[in-house]
């Protein structure tokens, strides 16, 4: 069985229409893939960041309150028990 011309170059047409289309949804896949991993990583380093943070702040806290601490009075103004 033949086929006229241009059937064939109308299948041949949709087929690489249809790989195109293939093409193209496989990159979309991918870029999707990648988004989610970058907003992903972006959420770690964002948590990472602000328990470094909180912690600073706390390390901070702890020494402003020993240097208040010693700061204010000696040893020897505590009574001794």
Known sequence: MTLPLRNRVAQADARADELQVRQAQVRRQRLQDQVR????????????????????????????????GTGRHSRSDFPQI
């Open 37 to 68: 991993l970058e907003v992903a990583d972006a959420e770690e380093s964002l948590r990472q960041a602000r328990a470094a943070y909180d912690a600073a702040v706390e390390a901070r806290r702890l020494q402003e309150h020993r240097q208040c």
